[in-house]
């Protein structure tokens, strides 16, 4: 598993309620890595964040610890539909 996506984890299963439900999955491209995350529909809220500062932070915090690699790295939080279609 690499660091980065060993942050987001640890930093997501801080700031949720269930933690048992958290995913981390990495997409890796050629110039881009996505880090997607699930999580349990009740625990989105608290991932983004007030007016999404806790999702952007994360996002800083990223960009700070890859800052050595020659790839890009982009966290995804689904859209409400998908995380409703995912609940059922």
Do not use: C
Request: charged residues 40%; without cysteine.
């Amino acid at each position: 598993m690499n660091r980065q996506k060993e942050f987001v984890e640890y930093v997501i299963k801080l700031l949720v309620t269930r933690s048992d439900s958290v995913k981390v999955n990495v997409r890796e491209g050629e110039k881009t890595n996505v880090i997607e995350i699930r999580a349990h529909i009740d625990d989105y809220g608290k991932i983004i964040g007030p007016s999404g500062r806790f999702i952007n932070a994360i996002r800083v915090l990223l960009s700070v610890i890859s800052r050595e690699d020659k790839k890009r790295w982009v966290v995804e939080v689904p859209n409400k539909e998908s995380r409703e279609k995912d609940s059922e």
